[in-house]
């Protein structure tokens, strides 16, 4: 079964720290993949994809994502965080095969950075 | 650049009642998709539009789910009967897509319809 998962449910990072929210997916053939942000009463907002090419994926607001073939994740990671980039994480995966465009989410990390 | 929209953002209702959401997609946008998010959950897909014909239907969506996209725009999400199980956020997405198997378009979110049924 196709499917993403996000191990953590909650992140805490301090101010100025680095921040890693981990994603590995279980599809076959070479996925898609994406992360999507969610602040409270607002929907999902796109921060990055990767489609192909270089393995770093640079994305909005400073956030950047790295694709491990081998180890089937998708790591998104920012090097010094901010208190307002505390909000709902979500990785998703496009699979290549069998209904191809549709999204499949992993349920999502809460990223708390503290001050 | 509008995004999406989604109307009403909140709606309740008692069990057995018909609902409706309406969601209008980008400009331009010739995909539509509906998932529906339950609390603590990732979206789930629902189901997906090209222009006006629905090209995929997930297994959630039973017989009393029936969407619509008439004219290639807005697109609409009808549940008859509601039940509390139904409960959830119904959130709609689009994109701009190319032909062909592996388009790479991203989609765009909508705020949400947020469903209670009493």
């Known amino acids: 079964a196709q499917s993403v998962a996000q191990p953590e449910d909650q992140v805490n990072v301090a101010e100025g720290n680095p921040l890693t929210v981990k994603c590995t997916y279980s599809?076959?053939?070479?996925?898609?993949l994406f992360w999507y942000v969610q602040y409270p009463n607002r929907g999902l907002q796109f921060l990055l994809k990767?489609?192909?090419?270089?393995?770093l994926v640079k994305g909005s607001y400073g956030f950047e994502a790295e694709f491990n073939k081998s180890q089937t994740s998708f790591h998104l990671k920012k090097p010094s965080a901010l208190v307002s980039d505390s909000a709902l994480y979500f990785c998703a995966v496009r699979p290549d095969s069998g209904g191809y465009n549709k999204l499949i989410f992993g349920a999502g990390t809460r990223l708390a950075v503290h001050p | 650049d509008t995004g999406v929209s989604q109307n009403p953002r909140h709606k309740i209702t008692k069990r057995g009642q018909n609902v409706t959401f309406r969601c209008d997609p980008i400009?331009?946008?010739?995909?539509l998709y509906w998932y529906r998010q339950t609390l603590g959950q990732g979206p789930e897909f629902l189901t997906y539009f090209q222009n006006e014909a629905q090209l995929e239907k997930s297994r959630l969506l039973s017989d009393r789910f029936s969407a619509e996209r008439p004219k290639g725009s807005f697109s609409t999400l009808e549940i008859q009967r509601t039940e509390q199980g139904d409960s959830a956020m119904y959130l709609c997405a689009s994109s701009k897509g190319t032909s062909g198997r592996y388009s790479t378009d991203t989609q765009y979110f909508g705020p949400g319809t947020r469903l209670t049924v009493l």
């Open positions: 990767y489609i192909t090419g270089d393995n």
């Open positions: 400009s331009e946008h010739n995909r």
């Open positions: 599809v076959s053939g070479n996925p898609y």
